[in-house]
């Protein structure tokens, strides 16, 4: 079982920036591929970012790319997500994931673990 608390969340103005957080329970932090997702009200819930367990590959979708940046530190059972250039259609509820394996995954079917989420609000 791993428990994911994400943190970073709250209120920020179109072109600004946020760091999220994700805080992993289990010591085995590094057997798992790790990603974000988030959930705008009415949407479906869409692929953010995915990092395999060394650190060293990582994926985007073109609606973020170049301007979201995932990392990890496994020393610390820690990742993170980078926002920057923030607009206002990226608000949403974030979701950290967790999945079993070493490489990344860009579907949500493929993590086993959630967190509770944290909202992002973008203003205009």
């Known amino acids: 079982q791993v428990q994911l608390v994400e943190s970073g969340g709250g209120l920020v103005q179109a072109g600004g920036s946020l760091r999220l957080s994700c805080a992993a329970s289990r010591r085995t932090f590094s057997n798992y591929a790790m990603g974000w997702f988030r959930q705008a009200p009415g949407k479906e819930r869409e692929f953010v970012a995915a990092i395999n367990w060394r650190g060293d590959n990582t994926y985007y979708p073109d609606s973020v790319k170049g301007r979201f940046t995932i990392s990890r530190d496994n020393a610390k059972n820690t990742m993170s997500l980078q926002m920057n250039s923030l607009k206002p259609e990226d608000t949403a509820v974030y979701y950290c994931?967790?999945?079993?394996?070493?490489?990344?995954?860009?579907?949500?079917?493929?993590?086993?673990?959630w967190g509770q989420g944290t909202q992002v609000t973008v203003s205009s």
């Open positions: 994931a967790a999945g079993r394996g070493t490489i990344y995954y860009t579907q949500a079917r493929d993590y086993n673990y």
